[in-house]
T-cell receptor, first 115, second 118 residues
Framework: GDSVTQMEGPVTLSEEAFLTINCTYT??????LFWYVQYPGEGLQLLLK?????DKGSNKGFEATYRKETTSFHLEKGSVQVSDSAVYFC??????????????FGTGTRLQVTL | DSGVTQTPKHLITATGQRVTLRCSPR?????VYWYQQSLDQGLQFLIH???????AKGNILERFSAQQFPDLHSELNLSSLELGDSALYFC?????????????????FGPGTRLTVL
């Protein structure tokens, strides 16, 4: 079945450092890929998405490129801020795999940014 | 704000009890999904409804059931509650079964209901 593997956390960075959170996936079809963010005590917010190979999703300075050849969707940000401290989830949906386009999530990566 | 609403925000109850969690999808969305987030299991898909019909089941216990009403809101019923059912329960909505090429599987999440079973 479909699966998502994320790098283990927590990741601790100083403000203005470069961020990479690795995500790889396994899927039988042609999935859409997502990054969701969960701030402390809050729900899941869609951060960015890519629906086909070579698409780049971007939002709030975060970027991720859908790499079919390496089955990856790594999240990057050039300069993190303290306000980016949260848990980041990589997820996939296989909307062509029948009527059930459920999201399959990775385990989440906690990011802590310090001054 | 995603446009998806969930009530209540917090729920504290005792073992053996039954609770109902409510979700209203974004305006125009026909699909509702329920997910459970727990420390040991992570985020797990429970069930999917589209326009009132059940479309898929995931790791949903037999003690749990759901329905989607004609106005498209959904309810998740949890019965014979156990300590291990304590978790965050999220609902999410999407435009439709696939949502077209731009949406393609995109789901928007509500703020969640935190269930504590004592």
């Amino acid at each position: 079945g479909d699966s998502v593997t994320q790098m283990e956390g927590p990741v601790t960075l100083s403000e203005e450092a470069f961020l990479t959170i690795n995500c790889t996936y396994t899927a039988t079809g042609y999935p859409s890929l997502f990054w969701y963010v969960q701030y402390p005590g809050e729900g899941l917010q869609l951060l960015l998405k890519a629906t086909k190979a070579d698409d780049k999703g971007s939002n709030k300075g975060f970027e991720a490129t859908y790499r079919k050849e390496t089955t990856s969707f790594h999240l990057e940000k050039g300069s993190v801020q303290v306000s980016d401290s949260a848990v980041y989830f990589c997820a996939l949906s296989d909307p062509d795999g029948g009527t059930a386009s459920k999201l399959t999530f990775g385990t989440g990566t906690r990011l802590q940014v310090t001054l | 704000d995603s446009g998806v609403t969930q009530t209540p925000k917090h729920l504290i109850t005792a073992t053996g009890q039954r609770v109902t969690l409510r979700c209203s999808p974004r305006s125009g969305d026909l699909s509702v999904y329920w997910y459970q987030q727990s420390l040991d299991q992570g985020l797990q898909f429970l069930i999917h409804y589209y326009n009132g019909e059940e479309r898929a089941k995931g790791n949903i216990l037999e003690r749990f059931s759901a329905q989607q009403f004609p106005d498209l809101h959904s309810e998740l019923n949890l019965s014979s509650l156990e300590l291990g059912d304590s978790a965050l329960y999220f609902c999410a909505s999407s435009v439709g079964l696939a949502g077209g090429p731009r949406a393609r599987g995109t789901q928007y999440f509500g703020p969640g209901t935190r269930l504590t079973v004592l």
